[in-house]
Structures are given as structure tokens and as C-alpha cells.
């Protein structure tokens, strides 16, 4: 079972919870409301021209500096 990110939309709350994909969203603890699943955020290699500073070899800006 994956782990899940849920948001409370009324109080803020948040939790991060172990669920199967098919469950009902919980409730929130503090407020009662129904909390939102979010949408992890994916992180693309090599998705731009800026060069974070490590030594790979895949970048042509990285193997130009010296």
C-alpha cells in the first residue's frame, strides 16, 4: 500500500497516511471534514537548461566547466 499526502481544504490540516488507492478519503481529525489526496509532485531529470552544480556527465553545462 502506498503512502498518501491528504489536505484538510476547511482547517489546513495535513497528513501523510498509508492507504490503498481504492479507499475512501479520511476524515479530518481536527475539524471532521473530508481531507483531499494530493498529487505528489514529480521531479523530471535533465527537464531544462539550469545545472543544479553536480558532476553529470548527461549535461553539457555540467561538462564544460572545469
Known sequence: MPLYRYVCPKCGEE??????????????????????????RVQLKNAGSSCSGSSCSSCSSCTSRS
Open 15 to 40: 497528513q501523510i497516511l498509508l492507504m490503498r488507492m481504492n479507499d475512501k478519503a479520511p476524515q479530518c481529525p481536527k475539524c471532521g471534514d473530508e481531507m483531499e489526496k494530493q498529487i505528489p
